[in-house]
């Protein structure tokens, strides 16, 4: 198993890091889809209330996980320790390609949107320019060190807060909304279950960062304590704030305007209906700064997965080195590669779907290990428990695997391409194992290796 990291993180900061990944571009960007596919404030908002609950299913599972095997890596060492080599490797694999890779390529897109709308005269680079120079400027911030990484995320965490915050308060204080629309419906309202189901994976995406400080547990300090008090308030952090600005948006306009094109900035829509065109640019400037830092979140833990695989020798072995100052230098470069691809090659809407059915899937992989390893290891210490067990890891695992088989019915493009990239990744471990074998054999280690069967 992949040796411990440095204990350099607290409390405050996981929960940093949890809340930056999750408020990113999906809160802003995604109810104009909801809006434009449903129709339905009140139904809306009620798939954002269950969208947190099922953010908070799965972040006290993976609080039991990460205190009892506090170690780098999230889904991919709980999946090796539950279900096997293979099935570690290919939750890392999809970390890099669909996880960590898709999502954040997703965000800097929806990041280069809301820059053009601050700066018009960026758009003759366009978005896919921008949003690269974003993941590359904040790949070289976390190449400098954790410490570092770790200050930068605190204080980006609490400007965007504080900036969310302003203006939930700037929308209800204006007076220039109107509670009615709550009451009124758009043409879509009698959307079917289907829909519905496509329209929950966009608000899972925007949850998602809820596991974020499980990828770095090997770095946090009394994990057994702070882990778990990260995770669960932090997610219950993030829902509220969630429906607040859900709220606040149905306030300043009504359904069927919200989902009017342009649809991916719902955020600068509301802004300029509420407050004006001058204060708007505010706002947008505050939620790039958002964005910037649920980029920021995901390109800091990522990394740490594909660490923990080379350190395993189920990656190549150069992505274990780690700077003097602890970051993991080639696996931040390794990513950003990819996230360049990706940039290049898919929409906004096509990303976020392409990545929400692997995500879902394999994180409901890893919260059903909690069932698995309390049985397989009842006497592992546990410092926290999740409550209600079997019942919390259950709702979950079930609901994960509903949302992940509806959407592939309703968008069978994204979501085959998405599962396809999955499967991708065995003849990949294939070729690593036997590769390890003719090593060991050639040195004369008759250790046994890890069997692809």
């Known amino acids: 198993m992949a040796t411990d990291a440095p204990k ?17 571009s999906g809160i802003f960007t995604t109810t104009g889809f909801q809006a434009r596919d449903l129709g339905d404030p009140k139904l809306i908002l009620l798939l954002w209330a269950i969208g947190g609950l099922f953010a908070l299913a799965g972040a006290m599972s993976y609080a039991e996980l990460g205190a009892a095997i506090p170690r780098v890596g999230g889904e991919y060492v709980y999946l090796r320790r539950a279900f096997g ?20 390529a997703a965000t800097a897109v929806a990041f280069a949107h809301y820059w053009i709308a601050l700066f018009p005269a960026a758009g003759d680079l366009g978005p896919a320019a921008i949003a690269l120079v974003l993941v590359w400027t904040l790949s070289a911030v976390h190449c400098l060190g954790v410490q570092r990484g770790g200050s930068f995320q605190r204080w980006i965490t609490i400007a965007k807060i504080g900036g969310i915050t302003a203006l939930i308060a700037a ?70 704030l969630y429906l607040a600005v859900n709220v606040a948006y149905f306030y300043a306009l009504p359904v069927d305007a ?72 080639r696996s931040i470069l ?65 609901a994960s695997l509903t949302v992940a088989a509806q959407a592939t019915y309703e968008r069978p493009l994204e979501s085959i391409a998405s599962l396809a990239t999955v499967a991708a990744g065995i003849p990949v471990y294939v070729a690593i194992t036997r590769r390890r074998e003719r090593r060991s054999l050639t040195r004369g280690n008759r250790e046994p290796v890890d069997s692809p069967a």
């Not at 080599?85 to 954040?104: K, N």
């Not at 976020?352 to 210490?381: C, K, M, Q, T, W």
């Open 8 to 24: 350099r993180v607290g409390a405050f900061t996981a929960a940093c890091l949890l809340v930056s990944n999750a408020v990113g």
């Open 85 to 104: 080599p293979v099935w570690g490797f290919l939750s890392g694999w999809t970390s890099f390609t669909v996880g960590f890779g898709a999502a954040i």
């Open 171 to 240: 929308a209800f204080g204006s007076g220039g909304g109107d509670f009615s629309h709550f009451e009124r419906v758009g043409g879509s309202a009698h959307a079917g279950v289907g829909t519905a189901a496509v329209a929950l994976i966009f608000v899972l995406y925007s949850y998602s960062g809820w596991n974020a400080a499980g990828y770095i547990a090997g770095e946090i300090r009394d994990p057994g304590r702070n882990l778990p008090l990260a995770m669960i308030s932090g997610t219950i952090f993030v829902t509220l």
């Open 258 to 329: 919200l989902g009017a094109a342009p649809v991916l900035p719902v955020a600068e829509k509301i802004a300029r209906a509420l407050v004006g065109e001058e204060a708007a640019i505010a706002v947008v400037a505050v939620l790039c700064l958002s964005i910037a830092g649920a980029t920021s979140s995901m390109i800091w833990a990522g990394p740490r997965v594909y660490w923990a695989m080379a350190e395993d020798a189920v990656a190549p072995r150069a992505l274990a080195q780690t700077s003097r100052h602890g970051a993991p230098v």
């Open 334 to 398: 390794a990513q950003s590669a990819w996230i360049t691809v990706l940039v290049a090659s898919g929409s906004f809407e096509q990303l976020v779907v392409y990545s929400g059915v692997a995500i879902a899937l394999f994180s409901a992989a890893a919260v059903a290990s909690v069932a698995v390893l309390r049985r397989r290891e009842p006497d592992l210490p546990r410092p926290y428990r999740v409550p209600l067990y079997p019942w919390v890891p259950l709702a979950y695992v079930v």
